[in-house]
């Protein structure tokens, strides 16, 4: 069983930062690219940020410079740091990896973390 773990969404006021973490867990093969998405209430689910295997990353306009995106290969884990958060960056968070396994190349989500930021 493959499993992505999140953790660190929460309650911030704007201005302040929050860091998200998401483990891998189970058996794959490897990891090409790990990301993180947010969906907003009527809103569809977009990319905030991307790092593939050799560390390239890649950000939405809407958080380049406030959101840097890093992962640790020993730990099959990303994270997210959040700073100088806005209330338009509330959202339930989701990590996404991109794993091979069993001889194939499949997208992964995890369950989601919400992130509020309060004016």
């Known amino acids: 069983q493959l499993q992505l773990v999140e953790s660190g969404g929460g309650l911030v006021q704007a201005g302040g930062s929050l860091r998200l973490s998401c483990a891998a867990s189970?058996?794959?093969?490897?990891?090409?690219?790990m990301g993180w998405y947010r969906q907003a209430p009527g809103k569809q689910r977009e990319l905030v940020a991307s790092?593939?295997?050799?560390?390239?990353?890649n950000y939405a306009d809407s958080v380049k410079g406030r959101f840097t995106i890093s992962r640790d290969n020993a730990k099959n884990t990303v994270y997210l740091q959040m700073n100088s958060l806005k209330p338009e960056d509330t959202a339930v968070y989701y990590c996404?990896?991109?794993?091979?396994?069993?001889?194939?190349?499949?997208?992964?989500w995890g369950q989601g973390t919400q992130v509020t930021v309060s004016s």
């Open positions: 996404n990896a991109y794993i091979r396994r069993d001889g194939l190349n499949s997208h992964y």
């Open positions: 189970g058996n794959f093969f490897s990891i090409n690219a």
């Open positions: 790092i593939i295997s050799d560390g390239s990353t």
